[in-house]
């Protein structure tokens, strides 16, 4: 006799907008006495080793017109390579670095921004080192699943040259829409989703 097999069906995907900051960052849009501070507001204490970087950038939609709700999450590795992750066995990272940010856009002109340091080398999962990176996470109003890119640095043009994940991206002029701009410890990161200047994303 057959027996009927109950399958869950998938739960309809849905966009992070236009309640996703009162949501995930309340006191960014005016929502005080929920959290002290906005959960990966900040990175970094007086005591974090590593080189003071700013990170900071805008996320422009298909007609190049700043986003103006959406909301950037942040990982990366401390200044010797490591993660601040129970999953790391390389080795044990600085505790004074969280390896998380959140960053909502500004409604006044979209701009993203993070206090960080500049992050070390990580092996990939064949043990080649990748370049020194920042792996970025955007929602907003008409996402449905979160998209995820990497900021690399101009400044190590050698490793960036030998990364295994740059080196998967096809149509090699579009490596550079991975790679921020520096001005001394500042580093500009804009993303375009869609258009000729079409940030790659990548599917992890």
């Given at each position: 006799?057959?027996?009927?097999?109950?399958?869950?069906?998938?739960?309809?995907?849905?966009?992070?907008?236009?309640?996703?900051?009162?949501?995930l960052?309340?006191?960014?849009?005016?929502?005080?006495?929920?959290?002290?501070?906005?959960?990966?507001s900040?990175?970094?204490?007086?005591?974090t080793l590593?080189?003071?970087?700013?990170?900071?950038?805008?996320?422009?939609?298909g007609?190049?017109t700043?986003?103006?709700?959406?909301?950037?999450?942040?990982?990366?590795?401390d200044?010797?390579?490591?993660y601040?992750?129970p999953?790391?066995?390389?080795?044990?990272a600085?505790p004074?670095?969280?390896?998380?940010?959140?960053?909502?856009?500004?409604?006044e002109?979209?701009v993203?921004?993070?206090?960080?340091i500049?992050p070390?080398?990580?092996?990939?999962?064949?043990?080649r080192?990748?370049?020194?990176?920042?792996?970025?996470?955007?929602v907003?109003?008409?996402?449905?699943?979160g998209?995820?890119t990497?900021?690399?640095?101009?400044?190590?043009?050698?490793?960036?040259?030998?990364?295994?994940?740059?080196?998967?991206?096809?149509?090699r002029?579009?490596?550079?829409?991975?790679?921020?701009s520096?001005?001394?410890?500042d580093?500009?990161?804009?993303?375009?989703?869609?258009?000729t200047?079409?940030?790659?994303?990548?599917?992890?």
């Amino acid at each position: 006799m057959l027996r009927s097999i109950d399958i869950l069906k998938e739960t309809p995907s849905q966009t992070a907008g236009p309640y996703v900051h009162i949501g995930l960052m309340p006191n960014s849009c005016g929502i005080d006495g929920v959290y002290a501070g906005d959960l990966g507001s900040a990175l970094v204490n007086e005591k974090t080793l590593g080189d003071r970087i700013t990170v900071s950038g805008r996320i422009f939609d298909g007609a190049d017109t700043p986003v103006r709700d959406a909301i950037v999450e942040i990982w990366q590795a401390d200044s010797a390579g490591l993660y601040n992750s129970p999953s790391e066995r390389r080795g044990t990272a600085d505790p004074n670095f969280t390896g998380w940010g959140r960053s909502a856009t500004a409604a006044e002109d979209g701009v993203f921004r993070f206090e960080t340091i500049k992050p070390g080398r990580v092996p990939f999962k064949d043990g080649r080192m990748m370049a020194p990176h920042v792996t970025l996470w955007i929602v907003a109003r008409g996402i449905n699943i979160g998209l995820h890119t990497r900021l690399y640095f101009p400044e190590e043009a050698e490793a960036n040259a030998a990364d295994p994940v740059l080196l998967r991206i096809e149509h090699r002029a579009r490596v550079e829409t991975m790679i921020a701009s520096r001005n001394g410890n500042d580093y500009t990161f804009d993303i375009h989703l869609q258009g000729t200047s079409e940030t790659v994303f990548l599917d992890i």
